[in-house]
Every structure is written in C-alpha cells, then in structure tokens.
C-alpha cells in the first residue's frame, strides 16, 4: 500500500541526453537544421538571416526591413499576403535582434505546400511599399515616445550606450529622427545587401514530411546570392565606474540598473559566470531576492541578467522602487557580491540551483520545437548542438572555488556603472 504521507525520492538529473536532429546544407549554401518528432501535424519553420543590428549601414535598418518584408511583395500586397496567410490558418511573424533577422512560420503540416510559396516570395520580392514604410514609421515614433515614459526603460537604454559605447551597434538607442531618416531605397539597400544564401539558416520542426523536405529545397535551395561582408567594431573604449543619475516627469518610482561589460557565449568564462549569476540574481530564490526583497522588502522585483550577443555582452542588476530604497538596494547588491567575492558557495544552496537549472533544461528539451529552439541558439552562435549537453554538464560540475573565483574576477565596484533614473 502507498505511504500518502512520505513523498516520492527526488532523484538528481547528471546528465542530458540530446534528441535526434537532423542538419545539411542545401546546394546553393543555406544550412537547414530538423527536428522531427512528435505526433501533432504541425510545422514551425523559421528562416534566419544575420541581418540584425550588426548588420546596418543605416540605424534601424535591421527591424524595419524585418519587419516590411511581410508588408508588400511584387505580387501581393500586405492585405493579400495576410489573406493567403489567414485562409489556411497559419501565422507568419517576423522580428529582428542585435545580430539576426527572422520570421517564423506555423502551419499544419497538410496546409505546408500552401503557404510556405507566400513565405519565399516575402524572402524573393519584397517591395517594401511606400505607404506601408511611411505607416512603419510613424507607429513606431508613437510606441518610442510611449516606451521613453517609463523610467525603466529610460535606464535600460542609458547603461546600454554606456557599456557600448553611443554609436555602437549595440548600444545606439533610437530616435524619432533615426526613424524618420528610414526610406524605401534604405531598406531595398539593406535587404540586397544582407539577405542572402550565405547567411541564412533554417530550422524546421513538428512534422515533417517528404514533401516539407522536398518544397524547401525547391524554393529555397535554389537561388544562390552573396552578401556583402561588414566586420564587427568591437567596444573601442575603456569602461570604468560611473554613476549616472537622470530625473524625468515619468513615474512614481526610480529605475535602477548597475551593470559592466561582459563577453559572449564563447568565453571561457561562460559557463561559471552564468552559474554565478543564476546564485547571485538569476532566479526567484537568488542571493538578491532573498535579501533585497523577502528579507528588506525594498522592492517587490529584483533580478541580475546577461544580455549575450554574437560577438559581446553586458551584465546588470535591474529593479524599481521608491526613492528612499534606492541607496540601501545599491549597498546591499554590492555587499551581496563583495560576499561572493569572499565565501565559497555553500554545498546545499550549490546543489539546490544545479538541480533547478537540470530541470529547466530538461523542460527545453521537451517536445520538438522546444528543441528546435536549443538547436537554435547553439547553432546561431557558431556551435554544435552538442554543446548545449558540454554546457549542461559543466554547470552540474562546476565547483564552489571556480564560482568564488570568476566573482572576484568579474565583481569589482571600478567595472560597474551605475544608473539611476528618478521622478522629479
């Protein structure tokens, strides 16, 4: 008979298994990664291009052009191209970031031969329209001035520029006039230049058919077209402690964020700091919660973050509270890091967050587009899938003085810059 009152054994997760998946290359260079699985007869294909801010000749040349391309081609129109999207029920959304540029596809896996013809001849003849240019526009000049009211917002976008560096392609923050400067010959310019068959990946997962296979390679493997090469400018200037504090009219409370630069994925360092962060401020029973929130009740949020790109990344602390708490928040983060810096992780709290990070990597590993999103964001950074089983695996490994030791190495108050952004 069954114990009701003693609860099951919690059994440690020491090791991942990756799925099956599946990668080639078609003639004309585009690389296409499958994860097929699953017993629901759908499709989720996304195509990639490094097209994103790294990428730009003209600021916000990335987003907007990621964003038209589903607004107008030779053949159809924005209304005509929802329509043929609409009838078979599928949904196509496209969006850029810091490196790349992409739209994601779902469908059933019967309507497939119907809608991905309306997908390549979004990536074919895009003819970014004059009046849905001039509609991108002026939308998004009203969701800037919406988002510069929030004081958050207003930090994020400051220590950003700071750590990068204000015409970076990682740091510049956009404007009115950035937008209004955008026109059609612009994006034309952009999409020619950096979408092409060199620097485009797909991925495809669900149900994935014969004929998925077949209709891919024939639309999309056959048209081969370089693109123009742009190195990346790394970070030219020197980082020190700073403080920075801006009033506004905007909100109640204060924004804070305190932050450094960092490294991208492919850092040595990689895998401790990211265990390190997770400690100090990476989840809901960090180190910075506990204290800050459920201890001082300072605030309601706190969180520490790493913001990683291709070829950079930064590191910060980020919260909102009233502007009393905004002194004792500071000194109780940097106290919580100088801790850090001094006393080796405790083995009970070390094993409580290996276990929690197994478990959500094992929740991303659970059906195929879930695993294709790993995949992904191994791939897009110029790794093997395998990795994400390496990473897994240096985290559960991972020691209290290798944690102490990238602390001191990457917690020194002369890094940090510090903003504050308070209502008047």
Same mark, same amino acid.
């Given at each position: 008979?069954?114990?009701?009152?003693?609860?099951?054994?919690?059994?440690?997760?020491?090791?991942?298994?990756?799925?099956?998946?599946?990668?080639?290359?078609?003639?004309?260079?585009?690389?296409?990664?499958?994860?097929?699985?699953?017993?629901?007869?759908?499709?989720?294909?996304?195509?990639?291009?490094?097209?994103?801010?790294?990428?730009?000749?003209?600021?916000?040349?990335?987003?907007?052009?990621?964003?038209?391309?589903?607004?107008?081609?030779?053949?159809?129109?924005?209304?005509?191209?929802?329509?043929?999207?609409?009838?078979?029920g599928?949904?196509?959304?496209?969006?850029?970031?810091?490196?790349?540029?992409?739209?994601?596809?779902?469908?059933?896996?019967?309507?497939?031969?119907?809608?991905?013809?309306?997908?390549?001849?979004?990536?074919?003849?895009?003819?970014?329209?004059?009046?849905?240019?001039?509609?991108?526009?002026?939308?998004?000049?009203?969701?800037?001035?919406?988002?510069l009211t929030?004081?958050?917002?207003?930090?994020?976008?400051?220590i950003?520029?700071?750590?990068?560096?204000k015409?970076?392609?990682?740091?510049?923050?956009?404007?009115?006039?950035?937008?209004?400067?955008?026109?059609a010959?612009?994006?034309?310019? /952009?999409?020619?230049?950096? *979408?092409? &068959?060199?620097?485009?990946?797909?991925?495809?997962?669900?149900? $994935?058919?014969? #004929? =998925?296979?077949?209709?891919?390679?024939?639309?999309?493997?056959?048209?081969k077209?370089?693109?123009?090469?742009?190195?990346?400018?790394?970070?030219?200037?020197?980082?020190?402690?700073?403080?920075?504090?801006?009033?506004?009219?905007?909100?109640?409370?204060?924004?804070?964020?305190?932050?450094?630069h960092?490294?991208?994925?492919?850092?040595?360092?990689?895998?401790?700091?990211?265990?390190?962060?997770?400690?100090?401020?990476?989840?809901?029973?960090?180190?910075?919660?506990?204290?800050?929130?459920?201890?001082?009740?300072?605030?309601?949020?706190?969180?520490?973050?790493?913001?990683?790109?291709? /070829?950079?990344?930064?590191? *910060?602390? &980020?919260?909102?509270?009233?502007?009393?708490?905004?002194?004792? $928040?500071?000194? #109780? =983060?940097?106290?919580?890091?100088?801790?850090?810096?001094?006393?080796?992780?405790?083995?009970?709290?070390l094993?409580?967050?290996?276990?929690?990070?197994?478990g959500?990597?094992?929740?991303?590993?659970?059906?195929?587009?879930?695993?294709?999103?790993?995949?992904?964001?191994?791939?897009?950074?110029?790794?093997?899938?395998?990795?994400?089983?390496?990473?897994?695996?240096?985290?559960?490994?991972?020691?209290?003085?290798?944690?102490?030791?990238?602390?001191?190495?990457?917690?020194?108050?002369?890094?940090?810059?510090?903003?504050?952004?308070?209502?008047?």
């Amino acid at each position: 008979m069954i114990n009701r009152k003693t609860g099951p054994a919690i059994n440690k997760i020491d090791k991942l298994l990756l799925p099956e998946y599946e990668t080639y290359t078609l003639p004309n260079g585009i690389k296409i990664c499958e994860v097929n699985s699953g017993t629901q007869e759908i499709i989720k294909f996304e195509i990639f291009h490094k097209a994103g801010r790294i990428m730009e000749d003209f600021p916000l040349a990335g987003r907007a052009v990621s964003s038209l391309i589903k607004d107008g081609t030779l053949t159809r129109n924005s209304a005509q191209l929802s329509e043929a999207i609409d009838f078979y029920g599928a949904s196509i959304k496209s969006a850029s970031n810091m490196d790349y540029s992409y739209s994601t596809l779902f469908c059933l896996t019967k309507q497939f031969p119907n809608v991905i013809p309306v997908l390549h001849d979004m990536y074919s003849n895009p003819s970014f329209p004059e009046d849905e240019t001039e509609k991108f526009k002026n939308l998004n000049i009203q969701k800037l001035k919406e988002e510069l009211t929030k004081n958050e917002v207003l930090a994020y976008r400051q220590i950003t520029e700071e750590i990068y560096g204000k015409y970076h392609p990682y740091g510049y923050n956009s404007t009115a006039d950035d937008y209004l400067a955008l026109t059609a010959s612009k994006l034309k310019d /952009h999409f020619n230049n950096y *979408y092409g &068959s060199d620097n485009c990946h797909i991925f495809i997962s669900g149900y $994935i058919t014969d #004929e =998925v296979r077949r209709m891919t390679a024939e639309l999309f493997g056959s048209l081969k077209k370089a693109t123009k090469k742009k190195e990346y400018s790394h970070v030219a200037h020197d980082i020190r402690a700073k403080k920075i504090n801006i009033t506004t009219r905007n909100e109640h409370q204060c924004a804070l964020k305190t932050g450094r630069h960092l490294f991208n994925k492919n850092h040595p360092d990689h895998a401790a700091f990211f265990m390190l962060n997770v400690i100090f401020g990476g989840y809901f029973g960090s180190r910075l919660m506990m204290s800050i929130r459920e201890e001082k009740g300072y605030t309601y949020d706190i969180s520490s973050n790493i913001d990683q790109y291709l /070829h950079d990344g930064c590191f *910060y602390v &980020s919260t909102e509270a009233s502007p009393e708490y905004v002194d004792p $928040i500071l000194r #109780e =983060v940097h106290h919580q890091m100088d801790i850090l810096c001094q006393e080796k992780v405790g083995d009970k709290e070390l094993d409580m967050v290996k276990n929690y990070l197994m478990g959500t990597f094992l929740n991303m590993l659970d059906g195929p587009m879930n695993i294709s999103s790993v995949m992904k964001s191994m791939i897009l950074t110029d790794k093997t899938p395998e990795y994400f089983i390496n990473f897994s695996q240096d985290l559960v490994n991972m020691s209290n003085e290798r944690i102490m030791e990238v602390a001191q190495k990457y917690f020194r108050p002369a890094d940090f810059i510090e903003v504050i952004v308070s209502p008047e």
